[in-house]
């Protein structure tokens, strides 16, 4: 079963020469984990948006759960779907706490006050982050890494069927990112789906079940890790030289693909033959 589809869709910034999403067709499967994957200027965090809604394709039709993203009202959208942005600015300030417990306003309404199951649903989510011992901190003096699995934890607040997550790792230590990424995998096992830009490669493929590559807006492989993130395919997409290397484990993602970016001059000619300014 699909959670989003979309068919021809297709988005052009203002003042722009190119489209940023050009003529995508695919499907994003529901109760899985599945990575968006490509350079900078591929066009990720726009397909995100036009999946979200936050942006009117030029052309193209896009769905969510069989109905078109125009049928939804943006209410019923925040109920179903939990969101983290790559960026966001507090508007008025607030400690860790309250910017979680946003989490839980499409089920509260503007006027409802937290019930017990809000409360419990807010602590989750703060331990599940490993942000419960900021919950008094101000948002504002947070660091970077803090401040985003904060976001992470409001959007598992919310309790939604499915996540969609623009770089949720970054600014993150290792540590965290990996804790992050184990997190989404497993909501992905419990039947959670989830939906993630990411530019690290070799952790979409440890984790993520499926992978959607992008290059200059167009879906340039999808499928599992070990048929997307193959030499030919990461070096055409990328122009740079790569090795792909199984992951030595142990674990569960013993064997998963791992890209290796090679030193050397040869990455100036094949950027010149796919395109890439050198």
Not at 74 to 81: K, P
Not at 127 to 144: E, I, K, N, Q, W
Not at 203 to 224: I, K, Q, V, W
Request: glycine share 10%; proline share 6%.
């Amino acid at each position: 079963m699909s959670e989003w589809r979309c068919d021809g869709l297709t988005f052009r910034y203002p003042g722009a020469t190119v489209d940023a999403v050009d003529g995508l067709t695919l499907e994003i499967p529901s109760g899985a984990c599945t990575a968006i994957l490509g350079p900078n200027g591929s066009g990720k965090s726009t397909l995100l948006r036009l999946l979200l809604g936050t942006l009117r394709p030029a052309s193209g039709r896009a769905e969510l759960r069989g109905r078109a993203l125009g049928d939804w009202t943006r209410e019923a959208l925040a109920r179903e779907v939990g969101v983290v942005p790559q960026a966001e600015e507090a508007v008025f300030p607030m400690t860790v706490r309250e910017l979680v417990a946003m989490g839980r306003y499409p089920h509260l309404g503007p006027w409802r006050r937290e019930r017990d199951t809000d409360r419990r649903a807010v602590d989750q989510a703060l331990r599940r982050c490993d942000v419960h011992a900021l919950a008094a901190r101000p948002v504002s003096t947070l660091s970077g890494g803090e401040r985003q699995r904060a976001r992470v934890a409001r959007a598992l607040a919310q309790e939604a069927g499915t996540l969609a997550l623009d770089e949720p790792t970054a600014a993150l230590d290792v540590s965290h990112e990996m804790a992050i990424f184990e997190l989404l995998r497993g909501l992905g096992q419990a039947g959670k789906t989830v939906l993630l830009v990411t530019h690290n490669l070799n952790l979409a493929a440890r984790y993520a079940d499926r992978l959607l590559l992008l290059d200059r807006g167009r879906l340039a492989a999808e499928g599992t890790p070990a048929q997307v993130l193959t030499r030919d395919t990461v070096q055409g997409v990328y122009g740079w030289p790569v090795e792909i290397v199984p992951h030595p484990g142990p674990g569960h993602d013993t064997g998963a693909p791992q890209v290796v970016p090679l030193a050397g001059h040869e990455h100036f000619r094949m950027r010149q033959e796919h395109g890439h300014a050198a």
